[in-house]
């Protein structure tokens, strides 16, 4: 588990390194809420595939409550 969390922040490091390079010296802004928001559909979707559509048992691998994963859904347009 270890080695993957690693992996998942060299990713994020090195993501971020390379936004930063293209910036060409703009001022970044809201990116906590960019990184979220490209992150957090494709993990739903992940997780809601790999528990089959099970919406009870996607919430509980997230650690989120079944109505919030059902809100992220709306929000994300994910069926």
Avoid: H, W
Wanted: aromatic residues 8%.
């Amino acid at each position: 588990m270890v080695n993957k969390e690693s992996e998942i922040a060299r990713c994020v490091r090195q993501a971020m390194a390379e936004y930063f390079k293209d910036l060409d010296g703009e001022q970044p802004r809201a990116i906590y809420e960019m990184v979220i928001g490209c992150v957090d559909k494709p993990l739903i979707e992940f997780v809601l595939e790999y528990a089959q559509g099970n919406q009870a048992k996607a919430a509980g691998i997230l650690g989120v409550s079944r109505n919030t994963l059902r809100k992220k859904m709306l929000q994300y347009g994910i069926k």
